[in-house]
């Protein structure tokens, strides 16, 4: 996969897991606990790190993502809860899902869906040649190349089908971000300084987030926006020294940017970007200062903010983080309790609904959605 993938692909992560250092818990129990329902793909393995690991979730509570087969093998999926199969509180919503791979794929992992249903990743053919490609909510899939033909990885589609991701070639040095129109016109940029661009989301307005390498190897934020500007920026606390620095991770329709930073030790911590520069950092609750104490991973309309920590036992927990700061700790009801499992949480969207994983005390691994109402109710609409 493509290099430093593991800044934001959950799939690394989960095997990064194994060692993360820890920290304590301080959870905060809501007066309802949210319905959680297990997502498991037909097909998915069942032996360790096997299983279904959920990356979107759409308005529509639609999830994709990737499945490790029997084989180890990775694979697209997507998901939506059968509302006719539905109980009258929605607690009893079985979901039904679809699996995919373009063609000639070894491999396929689907990142991002958007409102209609359009799904945007990448897959590797069968001589490990990373392409990307777009599934129509039909079931179509159109694959694509960047300009140099070679190694083109989709990471984000937005409303309006429109694809941001990178590529690169073995024979060009650095890593260039690029931008795929609805009609296939593709566009390539970097932000002024990199050497490696990984644009790593896109919202409605065309507006694109991610990060960057430079020369000393040290991580920059930016933002592109769709005229093609491009706005660097720097977490307070963000060290200088190699593979340092701020990692943008996700943008909401109104432009706010959640991410991470590692500071002048390593150590890892989050952060809010407001469309106006200012930034505000954050740490999980029960997360050791500065070990990973928080991977934000997505961030709604309203800023909620969901994302990842461990606690004191190498235990994994996933958070949601409100726009006024109050966190609340997700576990998932079968998650394991040793080191190494626990639930991690991937995406929200518009309407609350969580998705992500969980481990379980066999190591198998396991996706869910969160329901968002208060009144215990499964309400995709």
Sequence with gaps: MRLLAWKWTPAIFLIAALAIPAGSVAQEKPDHQPTIITIDVPGAGTGAIQGTI?????????????????????????????????????????????????????????????????????????????????????????????????NTYGTSINAEGEITGDYSDNQVAGIMGFLRARDGTITTFNPPGSVYTFPNSINARG???????????????????????????????????????????????????????????????????????????????????GTSPGLPQSINPEGT????????????????????????????????ASANQGTAAISINPEGLITGYYIDASNVVHGFVREANRDGRFRPQ
């Design 305 to 336: 903010i969901v994302g990842t920590f461990s606690d004191a036992n190498n235990i994994v927990h996933g958070f949601l983080r409100s726009r006024d700061g109050h966190f609340t700790t997700i576990d998932a009801p079968g998650a394991g």
């Design 54 to 150: 959920p990356y979107a979730i759409n308005p529509r509570g639609e999830v994709t993502g990737a499945y490790y087969d029997a084989n180890n093998i990775l694979h697209g999926f997507v998901w939506k809860c059968d509302r006719g199969r539905s109980g009258q509180d929605g607690k009893e919503c079985k979901g039904s899902s679809t699996t995919f791979d373009p063609p000639d794929s070894l491999l396929t992992i689907a990142y991002s869906i958007n409102p209609e249903g359009e799904i945007a990743g990448e897959y590797y053919d069968g001589n490990y040649r990373a392409h990307g490609f777009l599934r129509a909510s039909d079931g179509t899939i159109t694959t694509f190349l960047g300009p140099i033909l070679t």
């Design 207 to 289: 507006e694109i987030a991610g990060d960057y390498l430079d020369v000393k190897s040290e991580f920059h934020g930016f933002l592109r926006t769709r005229n093609g500007n491009f706005a660097t920026f720097e977490a307070p606390g963000a060290g200088t020294g190699a593979y340092q620095g701020t990692l943008a991770g996700a943008i909401n329709s109104e432009g706010v940017i959640v991410g991470n930073y590692h500071d002048a030790i390593g150590l890892s911590h989050g952060f809010v970007r407001n469309p106006d520069g200012a930034i505000t950092t954050f740490d999980a609750p029960g997360a050791v200062n």
